[in-house]
C-alpha cells in the first residue's frame, strides 16, 4: 500500500505563485500533475488561490505606484535635456502628455463614478 503525500492547500498556492508551469509546480511540491489537478478542483481551493493571485497584483500594483514618480522624474529630465537626440526627447514628451491625459480621464471617470454612486445611495452634497 502506498502512503500518499499530503501537501497543504497553503503549500500548492505557493508553488503555483511561485513557478510558471503546472508540472514545475507539482514537481515542487513532491506530487504528480494529475494529484495537483485532483486538488485544485477541491472546494474552496479557487478561492485561496484566487485570493493570493489578488494579493500579489496589489503588491505589484503599490511597487508601481511608488515608482511612478521617479518615472515620470527620469521622463521630464530626458525630455528637456539638450544633449539628447530630438527625436528621443520628443518620445518623452509625448508619453509625459498622453499619460498626464490618461490620469485626468481616470480621475474625472471615478469623480462622476462616485457622484453617481452617491447619488443613489440617495446621498447629495450639493447645496
Same mark, same amino acid.
Given at each position: 500500500?502506498?502512503?500518499?503525500?499530503?501537501?497543504?492547500? *497553503?503549500? =500548492?498556492? %505557493?508553488?503555483?505563485?511561485?513557478?510558471?508551469?503546472?508540472? &514545475?509546480?507539482?514537481?515542487?511540491? /513532491?506530487?504528480? @500533475?494529475?494529484?495537483? +489537478? *485532483?486538488?485544485?478542483? %477541491?472546494? /474552496?481551493?479557487?478561492?485561496?488561490?484566487?485570493?493570493?493571485?489578488? *494579493?500579489?497584483?496589489?503588491?505589484?500594483?503599490?511597487?508601481?505606484?511608488?515608482?511612478? #514618480?521617479?518615472? %515620470?522624474?527620469?521622463?521630464?529630465? =530626458?525630455? !528637456?535635456?539638450? @544633449?539628447?537626440?530630438?527625436?528621443?526627447? =520628443?518620445?518623452?514628451?509625448?508619453?509625459?502628455?498622453?499619460? &498626464?491625459?490618461? +490620469?485626468? !480621464?481616470?480621475?474625472?471617470?471615478?469623480?462622476?463614478? !462616485?457622484?453617481?454612486?452617491? +447619488? %443613489? *445611495? #440617495?446621498?447629495?452634497?450639493?447645496?
Amino acid at each position: 500500500m502506498t502512503k500518499r503525500k499530503t501537501v497543504s492547500d *497553503e503549500a =500548492i498556492v %505557493a508553488a503555483l505563485m511561485t513557478t510558471s508551469t503546472l508540472d &514545475a509546480a507539482a514537481q515542487q511540491c /513532491g506530487l504528480s @500533475v494529475r494529484q495537483l +489537478y *485532483e486538488r485544485r478542483q %477541491a472546494p /474552496g481551493f479557487e478561492k485561496k488561490l484566487r485570493k493570493a493571485q489578488s *494579493e500579489a497584483l496589489s503588491d505589484t500594483a503599490r511597487f508601481l505606484q511608488h515608482a511612478t #514618480g521617479s518615472a %515620470a522624474a527620469t521622463l521630464l529630465e =530626458i525630455a !528637456e535635456s539638450k @544633449v539628447r537626440p530630438a527625436q528621443v526627447r =520628443i518620445s518623452a514628451a509625448r508619453t509625459i502628455l498622453e499619460q &498626464a491625459t490618461k +490620469y485626468s !480621464e481616470i480621475t474625472d471617470i471615478q469623480a462622476r463614478l !462616485e457622484a453617481l454612486e452617491r +447619488y %443613489a *445611495e #440617495g446621498v447629495d452634497d450639493e447645496p
